[in-house]
């Protein structure tokens, strides 16, 4: 399986959005459904809380503006997981 892992992340006092998209993710780690889903339930509360270590400065939208308080990272919007089967067919010549 080819698995990928889309987060859409938000930004303080801004509309604007950023999506990234993680590739090649094992099966092991896509399957873990509930971890993920804690996992960026951890990640959103410590940023809420201000116990995020950085990571809220890590990622900024296109309009930061730290006088105004605009822009930093402040939450994950959505996490999709897309999990592909990867199919490869022989075509070479039989002989």
Request: net charge negative; no cysteine; aromatic share 0%.
């Given at each position: 399986m080819a698995n990928n892992i889309k987060l859409d992340l938000g930004y303080a006092n801004t509309d604007f959005t950023r999506q990234y998209t993680i590739n090649n993710v094992a099966d092991s780690i896509a399957s873990g459904k509930e971890a993920i889903r804690s996992g960026v339930k951890a990640i959103n509360a410590s940023l809420a809380a201000g116990t995020d270590e950085g990571l809220s400065a890590m990622f900024r939208a296109d309009d930061y503006d730290a006088a105004e308080s605009i822009g930093a990272f402040n939450h994950i919007n959505?996490?999709?997981?897309?999990?592909?089967?990867?199919?490869?067919?022989?075509?070479?010549?039989?002989?």
């Open positions: 959505s996490v999709t997981i897309v999990e592909k089967e990867i199919i490869e067919l022989d075509i070479g010549e039989e002989g």
